[in-house]
């Protein structure tokens, strides 16, 4: 692990404290020690999704229903979201979700290109405000700022986790062609 | 060919007859949102005119979120068939509160009346479907009280289930395929969300 792990201790702290009630994933090792947090906490219920498309509709879900939720997804999968991001200018409801990023920094696997770099205007063109970060100290701060424009300012919000944060995959000690 | 026996309007009103401040409804775009407005626009509906394949989901996100509520969704086949992978996500959290039921006209309703993949197959090369079976698919998925209703003498028992048993209930109810007048409530989303908010949290 190139950055902190404790950047994501610092997020699993800020969901609680900002009343997290539901977060949507599927498997990510970029999230992976926030999502078994989550997991093991009393205090959130933790949905794993077939397709991350599912997420937006389940935090409109929780919204009327009085909740807070967050999606953690990767860059791949915000392509899989795009139409129901939609929801999110339709409801003028708030939305959080934090993306681990591929394809941007350092990335061996030429099929992650394409979404990753995508990925900043495609939340864009859906009217998704995007905050990115690239080192650990910045974490906090900037899932804290995005936590209180969604569920005060009522926006619709992507943290960025940039893969120089997260550092990228040695393709070369993993294997050989 | 159509065998189907039961109409949805009136199915709709039979499911929702009675509905108070207990029973939180989300219907899928097209049919089922007029549906659920003909047999009573209130403000504990959630009628969506768009998010193809967000029916289910955001019924679960509001089932977890108001575990001492019932919640019921009602979409039709189009919309299901869009967001299977939803109904293993609503099996591995198995809210006690969430019933699906599924109007089953084996047609795409909005773009006129193209088979699905829920009609019979041999229908001819515009009007064959697959006779995909979307309650072996929710029980397949984890759901395991899943069933079909075709006759009129099943739909008390479907209403009951719909809004009382402990789920997850899913249900798909086979109907005739029928053009009807669109009965339609505010299409505002925004309106939508805050009037139920309003409604059940008294706040938006």
Same mark, same amino acid.
């Given at each position: 692990?190139?950055?902190?792990?404790?950047?994501?201790?610092?997020?699993?702290?800020?969901?609680?404290?900002?009343?997290?009630?539901?977060?949507?994933?599927?498997?990510?090792?970029?999230?992976?020690?926030?999502?078994?947090?989550?997991?093991?906490?009393?205090?959130?219920?933790?949905?794993?999704?077939?397709?991350?498309?599912?997420?937006?509709?389940?935090?409109?879900?929780?919204?009327?229903?009085?909740?807070?939720?967050?999606?953690?997804?990767?860059?791949?999968?915000?392509?899989?979201?795009?139409?129901?991001?939609?929801?999110?200018?339709?409801?003028?409801?708030?939305?959080?979700?934090?993306?681990?990023?591929?394809?941007?920094?350092?990335?061996?696997?030429?099929?992650?290109?394409?979404?990753?770099?995508?990925?900043?205007?495609?939340?864009?063109?859906?009217?998704?405000?995007?905050?990115?970060?690239?080192?650990?100290?910045?974490?906090?701060?900037?899932?804290?700022?995005?936590?209180?424009?969604?569920?005060?300012?009522?926006?619709?919000?992507?943290?960025?986790?940039?893969?120089?944060?997260?550092?990228?995959?040695?393709?070369?000690?993993?294997?050989?062609? | 060919?159509?065998?189907?026996?039961?109409?949805?309007?009136?199915?709709?009103?039979?499911?929702?007859?009675?509905?108070?401040?207990?029973? !939180?409804?989300? $219907?899928?775009? +097209?049919?089922?949102?007029?549906? /659920? *407005?003909?047999? =009573? %626009?209130?403000?504990?509906?959630?009628?969506?005119?768009?998010?193809?394949?967000?029916?289910?989901?955001?019924?679960?996100? !509001?089932?977890? $979120?108001?575990? +001492?509520?019932?919640?019921?969704? /009602? *979409?039709?086949? =189009? %919309?299901m068939l869009?967001s299977l992978g939803a109904l293993?996500?609503?099996?591995?959290?198995?809210?006690?509160?969430?019933?699906?039921?599924?109007?089953?006209? +084996?047609?795409?309703?909005?773009?006129?009346?193209?088979?699905?993949?829920?009609?019979?197959?041999?229908?001819?090369?515009?009007?064959?479907?697959?006779?995909?079976?979307?309650?072996?698919i929710?029980?397949?998925?984890?759901?395991?009280?899943?069933?079909?209703?075709?006759?009129?003498?099943?739909?008390?028992?479907?209403?009951?289930?719909?809004?009382?048993?402990?789920?997850?209930?899913?249900?798909?109810?086979?109907?005739?395929?029928?053009?009807?007048?669109?009965?339609?409530?505010?299409?505002?989303?925004?309106?939508?969300?805050?009037?139920?908010?309003?409604?059940?949290?008294?706040?938006?």
């Amino acid at each position: 692990m190139s950055a902190p792990a404790d950047w994501r201790q610092r997020i699993f702290e800020l969901f609680q404290q900002h009343d997290i009630k539901q977060v949507y994933h599927v498997p990510d090792a970029g999230h992976g020690p926030l999502i078994e947090a989550c997991q093991r906490s009393n205090a959130m219920r933790t949905v794993v999704l077939t397709t991350e498309e599912e997420g937006i509709p389940m935090a409109a879900g929780a919204w009327l229903g009085g909740q807070r939720s967050v999606l953690l997804m990767q860059s791949s999968g915000v392509g899989n979201t795009i139409n129901l991001l939609g929801l999110t200018k339709t409801l003028r409801m708030p939305f959080v979700t934090l993306i681990t990023m591929r394809g941007e920094w350092g990335e061996f696997n030429s099929w992650q290109y394409p979404m990753g770099q995508g990925t900043p205007r495609v939340l864009e063109a859906m009217g998704v405000i995007v905050y990115a970060v690239d080192r650990a100290e910045e974490v906090g701060p900037t899932v804290d700022a995005a936590l209180r424009a969604a569920f005060d300012g009522g926006q619709a919000v992507a943290v960025l986790l940039r893969q120089k944060l997260l550092g990228f995959k040695d393709f070369r000690a993993l294997g050989k062609r | 060919m159509d065998t189907a026996t039961l109409s949805r309007r009136p199915l709709a009103k039979k499911i929702l007859a009675g509905a108070d401040d207990t029973l !939180l409804v989300v $219907a899928g775009l +097209g049919s089922p949102n007029w549906d /659920i *407005t003909e047999a =009573g %626009d209130r403000p504990l509906n959630m009628p969506l005119w768009g998010a193809m394949g967000g029916t289910v989901p955001m019924a679960l996100g !509001l089932a977890l $979120a108001q575990p +001492g509520r019932r919640v019921l969704a /009602i *979409t039709g086949d =189009g %919309d299901m068939l869009m967001s299977l992978g939803a109904l293993a996500t609503v099996a591995m959290q198995a809210p006690a509160n969430l019933a699906i039921v599924v109007l089953d006209n +084996g047609k795409f309703g909005e773009t006129g009346n193209q088979a699905t993949h829920t009609s019979p197959r041999g229908q001819g090369p515009v009007d064959s479907g697959a006779g995909t079976d979307l309650a072996m698919i929710a029980r397949g998925c984890g759901i395991a009280d899943s069933a079909t209703v075709t006759a009129e003498r099943e739909v008390e028992g479907l209403v009951a289930d719909a809004r009382r048993k402990a789920g997850p209930v899913f249900r798909v109810a086979k109907i005739k395929a029928e053009k009807l007048p669109f009965v339609m409530p505010p299409q505002d989303g925004a309106h939508l969300k805050d009037r139920f908010r309003q409604a059940l949290l008294g706040t938006t």
